[in-house]
């Protein structure tokens, strides 16, 4: 009788336990499916989407050093003189309409009139003359911008040639389309005023995007999608049907 008695309780100790190791199973599997959801938005958030195939942070991209403090406005004191520079010059030749030549010139005859001034002064208040310093231009840097614009230019013409030997039809479009809108700009204002523009747009752009890239690069992805779409459309009813082949035959 005691042990018809005790094999009840020892069942219902049994489904208890059975119970309590389920639920730690079932909690475990829950935690093991939660950390899996997690590492997947993890991984999306480390594959965001930036904008122009951007890996790198914004300041990286820009290059890095020097340039790339003024660009993101690091030291606001240099960033802000530099613009400063800039303005004022588009100020003398646009807006004033000063000529380039004509500063130079002034700038030369109140330079050169103080200093003959200073240097013969010294015998009325009795002190030595001053030391005019020697300028000269140093080899080294010339030489480095002057082979870094080889470069360029040479890496530019490269990819004209090869786009005018019609290997790709979509950069042929693209460069076609750049140069009709700076065609466009150029009959609208001077080349200073492009330049000033380029200039101002270089010292804001970045400085907006790298405070707010998280809200910029969501809407420009959506953008660049919408324009993939629009091109697939154009290349289907449009470029598919120019015979590029038998352009190439011709050429050949």
């Excluded at 040479?154 to 809108?181: M, P």
Aim: charged share 20%; aromatic share 8%.
């Amino acid at each position: 009788m005691a042990e018809a008695s005790e094999s009840p309780i020892e069942s219902v100790m049994e489904k208890i336990s059975e119970k309590f190791h389920h639920h730690e199973s079932s909690s475990s599997d829950s935690e093991s499916d939660s950390e899996k959801k997690s590492h997947p938005s993890e991984s999306v958030k480390a594959k965001i989407w930036r904008l122009f195939g951007r890996e790198k942070p914004v300041h990286h991209a820009l290059g890095g050093g020097k340039p790339a403090d003024v660009l993101l406005w690091r030291n606001k004191k240099v960033s802000a003189g530099v613009l400063g520079f800039a303005t004022a010059i588009w100020v003398l030749f646009e807006l004033i309409e000063y000529h380039l030549l004509t500063l130079a010139c002034h700038i030369l005859i109140l330079s050169l009139a103080l200093l003959f001034l200073w240097s013969n002064a010294h015998t009325f208040i009795n002190k030595s003359p001053p030391r005019i310093p020697q300028v000269h231009i140093p080899e080294e840097p010339v030489l480095q911008v002057a082979s870094a614009l080889c470069v360029e230019i040479n890496g530019a013409f490269a990819v004209l040639r090869s786009i005018a030997a019609g290997k790709d039809l979509k950069k042929f479009l693209i460069v076609i389309a750049g140069l009709w809108v700076m065609s466009i700009v150029g009959s609208c204002c001077h080349f200073l005023t492009v330049f000033y523009i380029c200039f101002v747009l270089l010292h804001t752009v970045p400085v907006v995007y790298e405070k707010y890239e998280d809200k910029v690069d969501p809407l420009a992805e959506k953008a660049m999608m919408e324009i993939k779409k629009q091109y697939a459309v154009f290349d289907a009813k449009v470029l598919s049907k120019i015979p590029v082949a038998a352009l190439k035959a011709k050429s050949v």
